[in-house]
Nanobody, 122 residues
Framework: QVQLVESGGGLVQAGGSLRLSCAAS????????VGWFRQAPGKEREFVAT???????SYADSVKGRFTISRDNAKNTVYLQMNSLKPEDTAVYSC????????????????WGQGTQVTVSS
């Protein structure tokens, strides 16, 4: 049974930092591409970042230079380090996994966690 569990969300002031974690059981992240997506109230879910099983990384333009995605195969965990947070980063952040390579499309990911709330105050 595959399970992805996100953690690390919370309330932070603008300019602050948070590190989100996505821990997996039932699959090995070293064999999957993992993506982070977010959804703000009243808005569509949007791509944030992805790391392929080969280690290729891609970011949405809105977070490039502020967010860093990384993977720890020993812990079977993918991280999203978020710096210089802005109020517009407020959303529920979810991680997804797919067996194939790069994708910035939510529908291409097979397994999902429950999400973690990130709130950035101004």
């Amino acid at each position: 049974q595959v399970q992805l569990v996100e953690s690390g969300g919370g309330l932070v002031q603008a300019g602050g930092s948070l590190r989100l974690s996505c821990a997996a059981s039932g699959l090995s992240f070293s064999n999957y591409a993992v993506g982070w997506f977010r959804q703000a109230p009243g808005k569509e879910r949007e791509f944030v970042a992805t790391i392929t099983r080969g280690g290729a990384i891609s970011y949405a333009d809105s977070v490039k230079g502020r967010f860093t995605i990384s993977r720890d195969n020993a812990k079977n965990t993918v991280y999203l380090q978020m710096n210089s947070l802005k109020p517009e980063d407020t959303a529920v952040y979810s991680c997804g996994a797919r067996i194939s390579g790069y994708s910035n499309r939510y529908a291409d990911y097979k397994y999902w966690g429950q999400g973690t709330q990130v709130t950035v105050s101004s």
